[in-house]
């Protein structure tokens, strides 16, 4: 079994354990999937919402926090963490997106090509891959696999990349190898699975059915 078919096998799996994750409808704009995706980095989903909407009621539009100074940005989004680099990101990303656009607005990146767009965001201080990704999936719909610290983990344990991998080098290993036309519903049962049953600490491996795709459980629960 090779790297996709073994993906392939799991992904089919997952689906017979958690289903087939429905689209949630995303109620803002690109810009705003954007804005809230740099909130949650390094941080859990409470915080990051609770700082959005801080944010969106401080600043009555966009180009309000455009024009406000980046200490301003700071302290509204100050329950999120690291809030001088996420208000600094913020910031220099609106001025960009208005210098070259004359509106802030985003929605072009729907019918972008996948990978020019994500070229295009990661060229800014503070947007990575994954932040790229998760909003070219989630507010475009494009077939693209945001890689989080739970599939980073499982994706280790599964044999997919090696041990010492870092998330760089597994959104490069999963560009090519996931599922086709699985991306988003792999990406979600691999979070589900590993929020319920591959736990970073405490993996049920016991109620686990796929232990037998995972190096972790054969090596006596260790990594290779």
Not at 48 to 70: G, Q
Not at 112 to 120: F, I, K, L, R, V
Request: overall charge neutral; glycine content about 6%; charged content about 20%.
């Amino acid at each position: 079994m090779n790297e996709i078919q073994k993906a392939t096998y799991v992904s089919g799996e997952l689906e017979k354990l958690f289903g087939l994750p429905n689209r949630q409808g995303e109620s803002g704009t690109v810009l705003d999937c954007l804005i809230e995706t740099i909130l949650s980095q390094n941080t859990n989903d409470v915080n990051r919402d609770r700082a959005f909407k801080v944010l969106i009621e401080r600043f009555s539009s966009w180009m309000e926090v455009l024009e406000a100074d980046v200490s301003q940005i700071a302290s509204a989004i100050r329950i999120a963490g690291l809030a001088s680099q996420k208000s600094l990101t913020i910031k220099n990303f609106l001025m960009w997106l208005y210098a070259e656009s004359g509106k802030l607005d985003l929605e072009f990146l729907r019918d972008m090509n996948s990978e020019e767009a994500t070229q295009m965001l990661c060229q800014h201080k503070g947007i990575g891959v994954k932040t790229a990704y998760v909003t070219l999936a989630f507010a475009c719909g494009h077939e693209v696999f945001p890689v989080d610290t739970h599939i980073l983990r499982i994706s280790k344990r599964f044999g997919f990349i090696s041990s010492k991998a870092t998330a760089d080098q597994a959104h490069k290993f999963w560009s090519t190898n996931c599922p086709e036309g699985k991306a988003y519903s792999f990406h979600m049962n691999l979070i589900t699975f590993g929020r319920q049953v591959c736990d970073a600490r405490k993996p049920k491996c016991e109620v686990c059915p796929l232990t037998d795709q995972c190096v972790y459980f054969e090596n006596g629960g260790q990594l290779p």
